[in-house]
């Protein structure tokens, strides 16, 4: 039988790649980062494409510039299909000042991997998706072997419609924040937008949205289908500032205007940004994405969030009470205390 949920009460410690910490000691958090985003594959076969050991103390010294100006603790959004490597990670942690949470998931915009493509529900060989067991091991025993807990899980969704790979991992993340009570990350794009397709696929299997955070969502152009999403309860992640693909002037004013219109709690701000990403050249980067570091919220973007009349408490509110509520369950507890009485 499945386990059932271990977290329908909230928990005061939360697992880093160093050990576990506690609840209150998370600090300023960045709720949507990474330290490498590339194709382990490649680099084995070509190692010249990149030198790992120099990448993680530039991972590690960038990490730092952000300790410095406040941020204390990232969550590194890596999953499986970008490249997640728990020994890298590991060796940038052990060199940073910066907590390091981890994330399980399956990042799929192509198909599922052959791996697990013809096993599964409706599959050639018919059987319940060993997606889910495999998942919910990183959050109940630990990532590859390590004690570091996975303590989100993740996917993608950049249809319009859901296909049945879409259908099938919505399923599978459905089961292990079921069993787990661990919040749901979906990568949504923006652009068609499709966040509330998003909600839709997890809801059909019963998944709060409270519980969802709708990476990137932030970056919603259509004001009233982002206060529809807004609406729903579910976390909106404004997570990619430093980015190019929207002005930064727009970033900030979904913020504001969803502070506005009571969505103060719902709101986490991050960066998207990975130290190394081989999906372009370094220099090409550098020329089109400037600021996409982990020091650019706090550097520019919150002070210019004061000017324009958001509170140290607001403040503290979206990089500390969010974060920390997001992790560590509180959410589906209040939810559950309020269903009771």
Known sequence: MPAENTRTTPSDRISTVRGDISADALGMTLTHEHLFVWNPEFHRNFPALWDSAAGVERAARRLDDAYELGVRTIVDLTVLGQGRDPQLIAQVAEKTRVNIVLATGIYALDGLPQIVRYRGPGEILDMPDPLVDLLESDIRDGVAGTAAKAS????ACEDQE?????????AAVAEVHRRTGVPVVVHTDPDLPNALLALDLLGKHGVDPG?????HAGDIADA????????SGAYIGCDRFGMVMVPEEQRVSNVLDLVARGHLRQLLLSHDCASFIDHFPEEVRQSMMPDWSYDHLPLRVIPALRRAGLTDGDLTTLFEDNPRRLLTGRAAATRETRHAT
């Open 152 to 155: 989100l899980v993740k996917f």
């Open 162 to 170: 859901a296909g049945p790979t879409l259908r099938r991992v919505a």
């Open 211 to 215: 519980d969802v955070v709708l990476a």
């Open 224 to 231: 009233g289908y982002l206060r529809e999403v807004a609406d």
